[in-house]
T-cell receptor
Framework: GAVVSQHPSRVICKSGTSVKIECRSLDFQATTMFWYRQFPKKSLMLMATSNEGSKATYEQGVEKDKFLINHASLTLSTLTVTSAHPEDSSFYIC????????????????FGPGTRLTVL | QKEVEQNSGPLSVPEGAIASLNCTYSDRGSQSFFWYRQYSGKSPELIMFIYSNGDKEDGRFTAQLNKASQYVSLLIRDSQPSDSATYLCAVNLPQLSFGAGTTVTVRA
């Protein structure tokens, strides 16, 4: 239980294009989803928190117009990197959370496998 | 002061030894504590959680929590090369505060 998927796992795009990353909770409904990015050998950096049906809450320094987040349902959140540039190249990871998850051993965030974005 | 601090690594231990990882947190009201393991190039996976003071054992892993000292630790017994990874301490819900991680290398 508590499986979270991400798609795609890897994407290479040209500078200026937009990239959409999907995050799905497969066997539970996630009231809250989180998006992180991680540079090589660095810590996870929280980008934003999204609740189903609400606007995402972005961390300080994260451009909401560049990183569009949509949490359309209790099992799906998407992150769109608009007009991507080489400095956006990173490992993007989503996580899903719900309390009282009957399939999980703990009420906590469960992470997707991540999406490695390379912008040329 | 960072919310969650972990002992700086990297930590290198021989195969079969005990790896000891430490974590302190600043929010005295914290109730939920987690250890995630992250292999290089992969996303974090939950390996232990603890809510009450004391020890909690799961296989070769033992989590220890001392709320009075605001301290949580992870012991890995009989360390194996497959335990080589970065271990992240995380506190609270639903938004987790992560430590910077401690990288563990188990030498065969």
């Amino acid at each position: 239980g508590a499986v979270v998927s991400q798609h795609p796992s890897r994407v290479i795009c040209k500078s200026g294009t937009s990239v959409k990353i999907e995050c799905r909770s497969l066997d539970f409904q996630a009231t809250t989803m989180f998006w992180y990015r991680q540079f090589p050998k660095k810590s996870l950096m929280l980008m934003a928190t999204s609740n189903e049906g609400s606007k995402a809450t972005y961390e300080q320094g994260v451009e909401k117009d560049k990183f569009l987040i949509n949490h359309a349902s209790l099992t799906l959140s998407t992150l769109t990197v608009t007009s991507a540039h080489p400095e956006d190249s990173s490992f993007y990871i989503c996580s899903a959370y719900t309390s009282g998850n009957p399939f999980a051993g703990a009420d906590t965030q469960y992470f997707g496998p991540g999406t490695r974005l390379t912008v040329l | 002061q960072k919310e969650v601090e972990q002992n700086s690594g990297p930590l290198s231990v021989p195969e079969g030894a005990i790896a000891s990882l430490n974590c302190t947190y600043s929010d005295r009201g914290s109730q939920s504590f987690f250890w995630y393991r992250q292999y290089s190039g992969k996303s974090p996976e939950l390996i232990m959680f603890i809510y009450s003071n004391g020890d909690k054992e799961d296989g070769r892993f033992t989590a220890q929590l001392n709320k009075a000292s605001q301290y949580v630790s992870l012991l890995i017994r009989d360390s194996q090369p497959s335990d080589s990874a970065t271990y992240l301490c995380a506190v609270n819900l639903p938004q987790l505060s992560f430590g910077a991680g401690t990288t563990v290398t188990v030498r065969a």
